[in-house]
């Protein structure tokens, strides 16, 4: 898990119970609190509310696919577990959004099975809400996932016997209602998608297919209902994984993976303009080597992209090391590695405002590390 404070990035989990937030203004890792932390896990999910990281589900290592969680005080360097009572189901390769009070969990996997159900959590009560499932979407994991400000949209993902979908749905939390969102027009059929909320449309990109990784993308506008591709002219070359953020003007893309009877690591990227529809490549100018499975958040000015596979070769290799990108001057810095949480891979990140927080992940085995890391200016 990665979340942004608004100030730092908290990561937390993979194999490993530990966590740390790093922030981005001094250049410097502090440990998360190790006391009380959920059981170490990799495939969760994290938000940030404004004041804690909330951490759910996964696959963990007491006792397989998981349906607890925990919430993180940063003023307080504390945890709390999440309430089970009402909780769905047991599941990892979901998705979650933070409402501004509730965080939505939706889909997921356990084993074989699929889930088109979700549930709505709120920290302050500690309690749950199942997601209505009339008019849901198909079930499905791997799918892609936005924030509207009034809705949670979700597209594609990998159905039960359906394999790659193309469809998707418009979930009203405040009416408790799916609408379906159109297939005419919208990108193939695609799990593992990069996604952002442009404020007026949902833009997809990349992601496998049936056969093949692609490059193609496009972009769903909720007030139109309508689909607009994205050009493939100058895109990055086909992957999933990716990081994707929203720089206020532009998608942008940085590292991921491709398969094509080989696993390919990726260290480049690019910003997709959506007003000219056109793609513009990033500096590989001190970029950190190519990796997959990596932690991200966008602090409002960089992208910060921390550890993950740095080479699938035998094996996930992890490296605690991360680079800092500045769209506006197109360059790199690195991220310090002195006090940084061990590496690790497939575990969220999120941004405070002015910290990054991580926590646990995968190493090799289940970690009970994390940090916080406080960026250089």
């Not at 006792?63 to 189901?89: C, E, H, I, K, Q």
């Not at 959004?97 to 159900?117: C, H, L, N, Q, R």
């Not at 303009?273 to 499975?293: G, I, K």
Request: charged share 15%.
């Amino acid at each position: 898990v990665a979340v942004w404070t608004g100030s730092l990035m908290i990561i937390w989990g993979g194999q490993q119970k530990t966590g740390g937030r790093y922030d981005p203004a001094s250049d410097c890792w502090t440990p998360t609190n190790a006391n009380d932390d959920p059981s170490p896990r990799e495939w969760h999910t994290g938000v940030w509310t404004g004041t804690e990281m909330v951490i759910w589900g996964g696959d963990s290592a007491e006792g397989g696919t998981t349906n607890s969680g925990g919430r993180y005080n940063l003023a307080t360097d504390t945890w709390a577990p999440t309430s089970t009572v009402g909780a769905p189901g047991a599941r990892h390769i979901h998705t979650a959004v933070w409402s501004g009070t509730e965080m939505i969990i939706w889909g997921g996997a356990y084993g074989s099975t699929v889930f088109k159900d979700g549930g709505r959590y709120n920290p302050v009560a500690d309690t749950w809400k199942p997601t209505n499932t009339s008019q849901a979407p198909e079930a499905r994991a791997e799918h892609s996932v936005v924030w509207t400000g009034t809705e949670m949209i979700i597209f594609g993902g990998s159905g039960d016997n359906s394999g790659w979908l193309r469809s998707g749905g418009r979930y009203n939390p405040s009416a408790d209602s799916w609408k379906t969102i159109p297939t005419q027009g919208a990108p193939i059929g695609r799990s593992l998608a990069a996604a952002v909320w442009s404020g007026t449309e949902m833009i997809i990109w990349g992601g496998a297919t049936a056969d093949f990784d692609t490059n193609t993308g496009g972009r769903y506008n909720p007030t139109t209902d309508a689909w607009t591709s994205t050009t493939t002219a100058n895109a990055p070359s086909a992957r999933n994984w990716t990081a994707a953020v929203w720089t206020g003007s532009k998608m942008l893309i940085w590292g991921g993976q491709t398969y094509d009877g080989q696993t390919t690591l990726h260290n480049d990227g690019a910003l997709y303009d959506p007003a000219s529809n056109s793609w513009m490549p990033t500096t590989m100018t001190n970029a950190p080597a190519a990796r997959t499975f990596f932690g991200y958040v966008w602090t409002g000015h960089e992208l910060i992209a921390w550890s993950g596979c740095v080479t699938e070769i035998s094996g996930c290799k992890s490296t605690p090391t991360g680079g800092r990108y500045n769209p506006v001057t197109d360059s790199w810095a690195p991220t310090t590695t002195n006090s940084a949480p061990g590496g690790r891979a497939v575990f969220p990140a999120v941004w405070t405002g002015g910290q990054m927080i991580v926590w646990s992940g995968l190493q090799r085995t289940y970690t009970a590390t994390g940090g916080i890391y406080t960026p250089g200016q």
